[in-house]
T-cell receptor
Framework: TQLLEQSPQFLSIQEGENLTVYCNSSSVFSSLQWYRQEPGEGPVLLVT?????EVKKLKRLTFQFGDARKDSSLHITAAQPGDTGLYLCAGAAGANNLFFGTGTRLTVIP | DTGVSQNPRHKITKRGQNVTFRCDPISEHNRLYWYRQTLGQGPEFLTYFQNEAQLEKSRLLSDRFSAERPKGSFSTLEIQRTEQGDSAMYLCASSSSRWPLYNEQFFGPGTRLTVL
C-alpha cells in the first residue's frame, strides 16, 4: 500500500497570508493529483502533475511535483476565505486507483 | 449538469438491512470507481470498472459488498447485512481510460451512509 503523508494536518491562517502544504511518500507515482473537498461533498480536482520537477499554477495556487516523483507541494499566495477546505493529494502508481493522503484542513479567517 | 451524480445523497438504515447506491458517471468516461471515506481520512479505493468489466477489487470490499455496472453506464453498490462500521461517505468517480487522463478522476457528491 502506497502511503501518502500530508502536513500539516490542520492549518488556520489570516486572510492575505501565504501557506504551503506538503505531500510526501516513499513510493514513486506516475502522476499526482490535488483535490479540494468541502464538508459533505465529493473532492474536486484542482490539478494533475505528471513530470518530475513540474510546476503548475492555478491563479494563486502553485503546485510542484518532486524531481523523484515521490512528493509534492501546494503553495497558496494571499489566502482568501474561499480557499477554506480539505486539501487532498492523491498518487497514482499505475493504471487504476488513486491513493489518497489524509488531507490538510485549511481555515482562512477573514 | 454533466458531472458525476450519486443517489441517494443520504441514507440512514438499521444494522442488518441491505442498502443500494447508484452512480451515474460523466457520459464520455468509460472508467468508474467506488471509494469509501470515513471522518478525518482520505478516500479509500474499493473497486473500479472499465466499461462493464469489474477489473479490480480492494481487500476492503468484503463479501457483503457487491458492485455492478451492467451496461457500462451507471453503477450500483450494494451492501448486504449492514454493520455500524459501514457508516461512511461512499464516493463514486469516473475518468477516461486514456493516459494520462485516467488518473484525472472526477468525483460525485457522495452518499452518506449512517447505520444505526
Amino acid at each position: 500500500t502506497q502511503l501518502l503523508e500530508q502536513s500539516p494536518q490542520f492549518l488556520s491562517i489570516q486572510e492575505g497570508e501565504n501557506l504551503t502544504v506538503y505531500c510526501n511518500s516513499s513510493s514513486v507515482f506516475s502522476s499526482l493529483q490535488w483535490y479540494r473537498q468541502e464538508p459533505g461533498e465529493g473532492p474536486v480536482l484542482l490539478v494533475t502533475v505528471v513530470t518530475g520537477g513540474e510546476v503548475k499554477k492555478l491563479k494563486r495556487l502553485t503546485f510542484q511535483f518532486g524531481d523523484a516523483r515521490k512528493d509534492s507541494s501546494l503553495h497558496i499566495t494571499a489566502a482568501q476565505p474561499g480557499d477554506t477546505g480539505l486539501y487532498l493529494c492523491a498518487g497514482a502508481a499505475g493504471a487504476n486507483n488513486l491513493f489518497f493522503g489524509t488531507g490538510t484542513r485549511l481555515t482562512v479567517i477573514p | 449538469d454533466t458531472g458525476v451524480s450519486q443517489n441517494p445523497r443520504h441514507k440512514i438504515t438499521k444494522r442488518g438491512q441491505n442498502v443500494t447506491f447508484r452512480c451515474d458517471p460523466i457520459s464520455e468516461h468509460n472508467r468508474l470507481y467506488w471509494y469509501r471515506q470515513t471522518l478525518g481520512q482520505g478516500p479509500e479505493f474499493l473497486t473500479y470498472f472499465q466499461n462493464e468489466a469489474q477489473l479490480e477489487k480492494s481487500r476492503l470490499l468484503s463479501d457483503r459488498f457487491s458492485a455492478e455496472r451492467p451496461k457500462g453506464s451507471f453503477s450500483t453498490l450494494e451492501i448486504q447485512r449492514t454493520e455500524q462500521g459501514d457508516s461512511a461517505m461512499y464516493l463514486c468517480a469516473s475518468s477516461s481510460s486514456r493516459w494520462p487522463l485516467y488518473n484525472e478522476q472526477f468525483f460525485g457528491p457522495g452518499t452518506r451512509l449512517t447505520v444505526l
